[in-house]
């Protein structure tokens, strides 16, 4: 092992932030109202796979740089009589990605600063009223995404695809005079 491995393992330790995010998560792995940190990149393979479906329209002949996305992640387990037990989930997210121009394809550089949170809460209260037509809720003293815990498992990779497509822009233009030839 080289020094700088060293240094690599004793910043994690000191830092205690993981860099590893399952998609879904066991709600049970975690203990309640304790933080655990997150630091993670397209290194991630779920992570990765969200660059790569942003950027499946791209022509395949183009050039443009590679995509990047970090996002850190503070997940924490509460309970309380409103919610029971439920998972709070805090994320930070930068990308950068192209996406083809919709009248010539030529790739436009895209940058998503999201900050998002959630609280997933049991299967069980999905069929109540009060959450039949809602899509947030007030959790750990904010107004947060609603989500649901499944068979026991938090989807994170769910709650992130959607609020990423929701801040997207669908279907950018070059601007003024199109840099490729346009097509249609
Ligand atoms: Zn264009």
Redesign the pocket.
């Known amino acids: 092992m080289n020094s700088s491995q060293n240094y690599v393992d004793g910043f994690q330790i000191m830092s205690k932030i993981n860099t590893h995010l399952d998609a879904q998560v066991f709600v049970n792995k975690y203990s309640f109202d304790i933080i655990e940190e997150y630091e993670i990149d397209k290194k991630t393979p779920w992570v990765n796979d969200l660059l790569v479906e942003l950027e499946e329209d791209n022509d395949d002949e183009a050039e443009y740089p590679v995509a990047t996305m970090e996002i850190k992640a503070q997940i924490t387990r509460k309970t309380n009589t409103f919610l029971n037990d439920h998972l709070i989930v805090r994320a930070q997210l930068t990308s950068h990605f192209h996406l083809p121009?919709g009248?010539?394809l030529?790739p436009l550089a895209q940058e998503l600063e999201l900050s998002l949170s959630a609280a997933f809460l049991h299967e069980s209260q999905e069929k109540k009223p009060e959450y039949a037509e809602v899509t947030t809720v007030f959790a750990d003293g904010h107004e947060m995404e609603l989500y649901f815990y499944k068979k026991g498992m938090a989807d994170i990779n769910e709650f992130i695809h959607e609020q990423i497509y929701i801040e997207v822009t669908p279907f950018p233009?070059?601007e003024g005079e199109?840099?490729?030839p346009?097509l249609y």
């Open positions: 121009c009248r010539c030529f233009r070059c199109c840099k490729n346009v």
